[in-house]
């Protein structure tokens, strides 16, 4: 259905804000303290909380109705914390609440651009031992490939069960996320772009990749572009990361290299990410790459930073690029002040990037 494209108010900007489970609530507060100083002076920040994840489907049995999706449409942005429970909980159907709520919404609301940019900041704790100058940034694709549910199983529970899940990719899809991926590329310093795929074994999907890839690049003859199969991606990333500047690729595979990526860097609880609309038609979703960290929930100790510079996303997004710019340049200084010895408690760091805006 065509939309409207989104026009923002100059003296305000709406979030529907959905903490979510485990970490997600912890974390989120941080963003959100951290976004109502970093924000324009000038710019009221009006926010709406949704609740939604397990503990209301525990509740409801609800995941996403259509009247509070409808509502949410009507924001700005959303920043989100994560959803889903401890894998194998018997009380959560398996990917109820990741298919239902958090993929519902990132098709629903066009999220084609799923954005994970990859630096090492002075001060994080790289595993390797020398990273080099790392900065790169992952375009995978949002709203296709393996997650859009597009499979079944026949005779389930059976010794003679079968079980499909179908990687779906149109031209369309890949096109218009392939496009935004050059349109990166061109406005960074290096100008390169990296396609990633297993186009040596899923040749039906790889070849829509690959030649769409190649189309693009033909208006773009400013970027180097080359290939990498997403095996040899993980070598790459721990051997040289440095190599890549722009990683455009599907669903499934952008989903894996980023949780990599996010280890290399400092950890998953630096690792920011956006789930964006560029058409405009409805609000884009920030949110850190992590989930909902079961094993640490409710204790006070999950690193805030990813979900913070999610934040600093959101900003740009808006059309705020100082302040975004400032909100990560806060997070830079407080990471190369943070001892590695005392573990921080989640508010602790809230509070210092948001002092370091006040
Ligand atoms: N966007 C979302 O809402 C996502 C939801 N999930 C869901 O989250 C649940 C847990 O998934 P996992 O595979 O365990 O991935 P996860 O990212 O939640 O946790 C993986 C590991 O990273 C640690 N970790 C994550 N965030 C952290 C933070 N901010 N600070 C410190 N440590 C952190 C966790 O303690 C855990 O050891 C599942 O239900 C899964 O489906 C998983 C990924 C994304
Ligand atoms: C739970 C998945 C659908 C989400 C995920 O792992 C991700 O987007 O990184
Ligand atoms: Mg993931």
Redesign the pocket.
């Given at each position: 259905m065509p939309q409207t494209p989104l026009t923002p108010r100059p003296d305000a900007v709406s979030l529907a804000v959905i903490p979510g489970d485990g970490i997600g609530p912890e974390v989120t507060a941080e963003a959100v303290k951290v976004l109502e100083v970093a924000a324009p002076s000038g710019v009221k920040v009006e926010q709406n909380r949704y609740d939604l994840g397990a503990e209301r489907y525990l509740a409801t049995g609800e995941v996403l109705p259509d009247s509070v999706l409808a509502e949410i449409r009507g924001h700005d942005a959303i920043l989100l914390g994560a959803v889903?429970g401890r894998p194998g909980d018997p009380a959560l159907p398996p990917g109820l609440l990741?298919?239902g709520l958090?993929?519902r919404l990132r098709f629903e609301l066009d999220h084609y651009v799923?954005l994970r940019p990859s630096r090492i900041y002075p001060g994080a704790a790289s595993p390797l031992a020398n990273p080099g100058e790392v900065d790169f940034v992952v375009v995978r694709e949002g709203t296709e490939g393996p997650?859009t549910g597009n499979g079944g199983a026949i005779r389930p529970g059976t010794p003679h069960e079968v079980a499909t899940e179908v990687s779906l990719n149109t031209a369309y899809g890949v096109e218009r996320v392939v496009r935004d991926a050059f349109a990166r590329a061109q406005r960074r310093p290096a100008k390169k772009l990296t396609l990633v795929h297993k186009t040596n074994v899923l040749v039906h999907a790889g070849a829509v990749w690959w030649r769409i890839t190649q189309e693009v690049a033909a208006e773009f003859p400013e970027i180097t572009v080359d290939y990498m199969h997403v095996d040899a991606v993980m070598i790459h990333l721990v051997t040289n990361p440095s190599r890549f500047d722009v990683i455009v690729t599907d669903n499934l595979f952008g989903?894996i290299v980023?949780?990599l990526a996010a280890a290399i860097t400092g950890g998953i609880g630096l690792a920011a990410?956006g789930n964006v609309n560029p058409d405009r038609t409805a609000p884009s979703m920030f949110e850190p790459?992590h989930?909902s960290a079961p094993d640490i929930a409710g204790q006070g100790v999950a690193d805030p930073t990813a979900a913070i510079l999610s934040a600093g996303l959101l900003l740009d997004h808006l059309g705020f690029a100082d302040e975004a710019a400032a909100l990560e340049a806060a997070v830079i200084a407080d990471l190369a002040e943070r001892d590695p010895g005392r573990p921080r408690r989640t508010s602790e760091t809230g509070d210092a990037v948001a002092a370091r805006l006040a």
């Open positions: 889903g990741e298919r958090l993929l799923n997650y989903d980023t949780d990410s790459v989930g």
